[in-house]
């Protein structure tokens, strides 16, 4: 939907703690990979992830089996691994389509332990921050204090959380700094006051709203000002926590573990600053022209479990978003592009410019990616972009690609990454590799007229 060019994006929010379970093969339904209109964004935060790594990537980089199963299912429909952020049992990935890559800029995570009584490391909050088409946005994935009476101690971790991450952005150097902040996880809030009998009578009927009002995180709401400025969808829903695995039946162990919501997301818009009489005025007005000339309103149009799931004690809990926005920038940083016929049987060209300026670095380089790439540093080869001076801009810079070319050819990409700005800024239309070779030595059909012989 685009009006007077205000822009609608999709964004698709889960939130599960896995309890240390492997993931389930198929997470068509979590993802909703067939929704209408379509997604623009994944954003998934993971609880209790199993500490052992399964695959090396790279010797660097340790990728789990969640990530993993996210990027297998997602990367054949075009969506990218953006970035992610890892501490211990915590996980937080980030996935968009591949059109959005060049506009999220700025992608910065970070991690905040927090324990009680000195046993620290399990709960905490990890967050990414980005700037999205020039909107800055945030998301934390917290696991917070468990049980039914540490309420305070849940409220008092996540303003520790918020009061401690920063960021290395001038405009935007706390998670509430940013204009609009998703906080979700296993929060760990329960329902007071009211017996299991009571409890499992008011779900199995489906009046869950006798519930709410002993719902804790509802009572701190009324009771936190900082919390209030965080919006929640009704919970229409039975509460995620704790089932048997592999069942929609409540805790049937010796615990008899009292249902509760725990599983939540929230997100808050960033109020519109007051007028103070001392400010400097100028310097307030700026800003908040900013956030009128290109305002962001934040729609939920779905806010669900999915109990379709039972790998956890957990259910997943879903919400989808729609971002309608004005666009502050829409064209890429850098432009790139491939010259005449790529094939493994040549040496190849290609063609990049500097639309503005940015931190460009001698470390930036350009990437073949096969088209259903992965993430950043999913590509079949590189080459480094240029050893000695800087790009002017809109300079046409010519390179000639001396990086062995995929035999087997197929649809590709190019993508230039900058160093400094941790992403991908520019990105090629997609083109055909071709190779005689491939097609002598019997690897592929020969093309005639358009068929496959």
């Not at 500490?51 to 969506?79: C, N, Q, Y």
């Not at 970070?110 to 709960?123: A, E, I, L, V």
């Not at 305070?152 to 401690?164: A, G, P, S, W």
């Not at 900058?418 to 071709?434: E, H, K, P, R």
């Amino acid at each position: 939907a685009e009006n007077f060019n205000f822009h609608q994006m999709m964004l698709h929010i889960v939130t599960w703690n896995v309890a240390t379970a492997e993931p389930p093969e198929d997470i068509t339904s979590l993802l909703q990979l067939d929704a209408q209109p379509p997604t623009d964004l994944y954003v998934i935060g993971l609880q209790e992830v199993s500490a052992t790594p399964v695959k090396f990537i790279s010797d660097l980089i340790i990728e789990d089996s969640w990530s993993h199963v996210f990027m297998d299912s997602l990367a054949p429909r075009g969506f990218v691994k953006v970035t992610s952020v890892r501490m211990q049992g915590l996980l937080l990935l980030v996935f968009a389509k591949q059109i959005h890559l060049p506009y999220i800029r700025n992608i910065q995570t970070t991690y905040t332990r927090t324990g009680m009584f000195g046993y620290w490391g399990n709960k905490g909050g990890v967050s990414v921050r980005f700037s999205f088409y020039g909107h800055m946005v945030c998301f934390v994935n917290c696991h917070l204090a468990a049980h039914m009476n540490n309420t305070l101690q849940r409220v008092d971790e996540f303003e520790y959380i918020l009061e401690t991450q920063d960021f290395d952005i001038y405009d935007t150097p706390h998670v509430l700094d940013h204009k609009v902040v998703f906080w979700f996880g296993d929060l760990n809030f329960r329902i007071a006051d009211h017996g299991l009998h009571f409890l499992r009578s008011s779900i199995n009927s489906g009046r869950l709203n006798l519930l709410w009002s002993k719902d804790q995180l509802i009572m701190m709401k009324k009771k936190e000002a900082f919390l209030q400025e965080f919006e929640e969808g009704p919970l229409n829903f039975k509460p995620t926590y704790k089932f048997d695995r592999n069942s929609d039946t409540y805790d049937t162990s010796g615990k008899k573990r009292k249902p509760a919501w725990t599983d939540r997301i929230l997100w808050r818009v960033k109020p519109k600053p007051l007028p103070s009489e001392d400010d400097d005025e100028k310097a307030s007005a700026s800003t908040d022209e900013e956030q009128d000339q290109y305002p962001i309103l934040v729609t939920q149009d779905k806010y669900a479990s999915d109990m379709s799931y039972g790998v956890s004690d957990h259910k997943p809990v879903i919400a989808n978003f729609s971002l309608e926005l004005r666009k502050v920038f829409d064209t890429p940083l850098v432009h790139v592009s491939p010259e005449g016929v790529w094939s493994a049987d040549q040496d190849a060209l290609l063609t990049y410019s500097v639309q503005e300026d940015f931190m460009s670095s001698t470390w930036d380089w350009i990437g073949l990616y096969k088209v259903g790439f992965k993430s950043a540093s999913d590509y079949e080869t590189f080459v480094w972009v240029r050893e000695n001076e800087l790009p002017e801009i809109n300079e046409v810079i010519q390179v000639k690609w001396k990086q062995q070319i995929p035999l087997l050819g197929g649809q590709y990409v190019l993508g230039y990454y900058s160093t400094n700005i941790q992403s991908i800024i520019g990105l090629s239309a997609s083109f055909q590799v071709g190779s005689k070779r491939a097609v002598m030595e019997g690897l592929v059909p020969e093309d005639i007229n358009g068929l496959n012989k």
